[in-house]
Structures are given as structure tokens and as C-alpha cells.
């Protein structure tokens, strides 16, 4: 099956760029997402790129894929204090009429002043 | 909308009594999925139900079992709870979104279950 890893913590300044990486092992994923958990909430819909495509801007994200390295990492820019939560790499694998995606490990981003 | 629901909040039970952790959704997807989260190990899907009336197993299956009551509901049963099933359990639907997002989860808040 499908692995993903990514670190498990990430620590950054207030205004600074955040940078969370993710390494994924089927290269037959065709969507990939980005979830964000904050404190005892669950998962929300961050971001997606299509396999396709090397890059997405979205505002203050950018995502971008190398899909031949199977690397997808997501760029916070001006990351603010409400931006720490838990950021989970979360590539498609597709089965009959459902969407089963793979969670990574989830990065906590950790945002000090 | 309230989107996807999840009861109870908050469970303590002993080991090997049983119970029924509920989920609806009111956005009329088609697919259905009960996670479970524990530290340092992401979210691992237990059973998931494509359509009203049909199930799968996910990747931790082992002391769960489902049922999907109808299209909006899908619950979890824990026959013999075990203290390995102290965790946070997520429900969460999808549907096919129009515009490149492919199919798109929804979570719910989740329920928090300490098995003594």
C-alpha cells in the first residue's frame, strides 16, 4: 500500500515562511491533498493539486509536486499564530466509487512570536 | 447544514463492555469512512461504505464492526471494547466536486474514547 511520511514537527517565527514536506510511494496517486487539524477539531480541506501540475498558489499557499521524486510540500508564506495546527499530506488512491486517501503522520507546525 | 455530526463527544468504558459511536450527514454523500487517530500515527481508516448498503474494510478493521443504517448515518460498533481502542475516532463523508477537486472529504469533530 501507499506510505507517506513527513516530519513530525516544524517550528518557525511569526512572518516567516513555513515550508512542510511530504514524500508519498504510488505513483499512480492523481489528487493530492492537504488537510489541517487544529486543537481537538477534526480534519479540514486545505489545499489539492492534481497530478498534472507542478504548482498551486492558493492566497498564502503554494503547493508544489515533483512527481517524480513523489515529493509534495506545502509553503505557508507570512505564517501567522493561527496557523499552528497539524498539516496532513493526504495523496488519493482511488478504489471503485470511493475515495480513500492516505494520511500521512500529520506535521505539527509549532508558530512563536 | 451541520455537516457531519458525531455522538457521543466524550466515552470512558471498561474493558469489554460494548458501545455504538454514531455519525450523520446532512450534504447527501455518497460514501462514508470511520477513522481512527492516535498519537504520532496519523489517521488510519477502519471501514469506510462506498454507498448506502455497502461496506469495506479499511486498514485497522480488527474489533470494529459497521453498519450503514441509511444514506446520511453510519455508526461503529465496539463489541468487547480493549485498551487498545482508546483513541480518537473520526467520521467523515465525500462526494465528487465539479471543478479539478476530485472527491472531497468532510470530517467531523470526532469522538474522544478512553478504554479502561
Known amino acids: 500500500g501507499e506510505d507517506v511520511e513527513q516530519s513530525l514537527f516544524l517550528s518557525v517565527r511569526e512572518g516567516d515562511s513555513s515550508v512542510i514536506n511530504c514524500t508519498y510511494t504510488?505513483?499512480?496517486?492523481?489528487?493530492l491533498y492537504w488537510y489541517k487539524q487544529e486543537p481537538g477539531a477534526g480534519l479540514q480541506l486545505l489545499t489539492y493539486?492534481?497530478?498534472?501540475?507542478d504548482m498551486k498558489q492558493d492566497q498564502r499557499l503554494t503547493v508544489l509536486l515533483n512527481k517524480k521524486d513523489k515529493h509534495l510540500s506545502l509553503r505557508i508564506a507570512d505564517t501567522q499564530t493561527g496557523d499552528s495546527a497539524i498539516y496532513f499530506c493526504?495523496?488519493?488512491?482511488?478504489?471503485?466509487?470511493?475515495?480513500?486517501?492516505?494520511f500521512g503522520r500529520g506535521t505539527s507546525l509549532i508558530v512563536h512570536p | 447544514n451541520a455537516g457531519v455530526t458525531q455522538t457521543p463527544k466524550f466515552q470512558v468504558l471498561k474493558t469489554g463492555q460494548s458501545m455504538t459511536l454514531q455519525c450523520a450527514q446532512d450534504?447527501?454523500?455518497?460514501?462514508m469512512y470511520w477513522y481512527r487517530q492516535d498519537p504520532g500515527m496519523g489517521l488510519r481508516l477502519i471501514y469506510y461504505?462506498?454507498?448506502?448498503?455497502?461496506?469495506d474494510k479499511g486498514e485497522v478493521p480488527n474489533g470494529y464492526n459497521v453498519s450503514r443504517l441509511n444514506k446520511r448515518e453510519f455508526s461503529l460498533r465496539l463489541e468487547s471494547a480493549a485498551p487498545s481502542q482508546t483513541s480518537v475516532y473520526f467520521c467523515?463523508?465525500?462526494?465528487?466536486?465539479?471543478?479539478?477537486?476530485?472527491?472531497?472529504?468532510?470530517f467531523g469533530p470526532g469522538t474522544r474514547l478512553l478504554v479502561l
Open positions: 461504505s462506498a454507498s448506502e448498503g455497502t461496506t
Open positions: 493526504a495523496p488519493k488512491r482511488g478504489t471503485g466509487g470511493s475515495y480513500i486517501p492516505t
Open positions: 450534504m447527501n454523500h455518497n460514501s
Open positions: 504510488d505513483s499512480s496517486s492523481t489528487y
Open positions: 493539486i492534481f497530478s498534472n501540475m
Open positions: 467523515a463523508s465525500s462526494f465528487m466536486t465539479s471543478g479539478g477537486a476530485g472527491e472531497t472529504q468532510y
